[in-house]
């Protein structure tokens, strides 16, 4: 089991495969942690657009 082997995690390495000694990751984030955003200030109540009647 050495570099030439197709089965092994070492051979796998080698030739740069995936399979079942050596899997794939999924959902793979490169090592970076994704923190959630905390949620935003609900946003200002807007005026009503019609204009007001001075009268």
Known sequence: MGKGDKKSKKGKRWRGSFGNSRPKKKNSTSGLTVIAK????????????TPAADA
Do not use: C, F, I, S
């Open 38 to 49: 905390p949620a935003d200030k609900p946003a200002a109540p807007v005026a009503d657009a």
